[in-house]
């Protein structure tokens, strides 16, 4: 159980274009869903947090209009990157966060995105 | 200051050796959760282990094993027998109480098991 998915898991895109990323819980309700950001051989960033229904908190220095989060139910978060350029190259990743005792998160595989 | 810290970037273990991760972690908390991940080079993050700031015992899930030393603020992994498919990337991750769920990342360190 606790499965996570995103789509597609790779992406190529030209400078200018816009790329939309889907997160899925596949077998329970996300309450949260996070997404994060990691550049090679760095540590995870946290860019935004989002709950069903309501707009996403975005963390200091993330920018709301160029990372688009919308929530739209239970199962399924989106991220979309408008007007890509090549220094939004990177390994974006979501985790989805059930009520259990740890509340732990439970991470897509990664969506690995190329801006040309 | 950083809330979580891994000191070891890197390591190289034995197969077959048990490897010890360290982890250290500040807050003023009193209600917290400690995590492990695992990264492979796939990319995936693996939920490895949980220890909550009020269990009474060190968390073990299989070959894992929470060191967790609350007066000295630290948290190590231990992986008993270590195997060539343990070779990944290691997260430490902090949830404070107040939090929404958030975690709180470490720097990771990389483990290589060697044949």
């Known amino acids: 159980g606790a499965v996570v998915s995103q789509h597609p898991s790779w992406v190529i895109c030209k400078s200018g274009t816009s790329v939309k990323i889907e997160c899925r819980s596949l077998d329970f309700q996300a309450t949260t869903m996070f997404w994060y950001r990691q550049f090679p051989k760095q540590s995870l960033m946290l860019m935004a947090t989002s709950n069903e229904g309501s707009k996403a908190t975005y963390e200091q220095g993330v920018e709301k209009d160029k990372f688009l989060i919308n929530h739209a139910s239970l199962t399924l978060s989106t991220l979309t990157v408008t007007s890509a350029h090549p220094e939004d190259s990177s390994f974006y990743i979501c985790?989805?966060?059930?009520?259990?005792?740890?509340?732990?998160?439970?991470f897509g595989p990664g969506t690995r995105l190329t801006v040309l | 200051a950083q809330k979580i810290t891994q000191t070891q970037p890197g390591m190289f273990v034995q197969e077959k050796e048990a490897v010890t991760l360290d982890c250290t972690y500040d807050t003023s908390d009193p209600s917290y959760g400690l995590f492990w991940y695992k990264q492979p080079s796939s990319g995936e993050m693996i939920f490895l282990i949980y220890?909550?700031?009020?269990d009474q015992q060190n968390a073990t899930e299989g070959r894992y094993s929470l060191n967790f030393q609350k007066a000295r603020k630290s948290a190590n992994l231990v992986i008993s027998a270590s195997q060539l498919g343990d070779s990944a990337m290691y997260f430490c991750a902090m949830r404070e109480g107040r939090s929404n769920y958030q975690l709180i990342w470490g720097a990771g360190t990389k483990l290589i098991i060697k044949p």
């Open positions: 220890q909550g700031s009020y």
């Open positions: 985790s989805a966060s059930t009520s259990g005792r740890a509340n732990e998160q439970f």
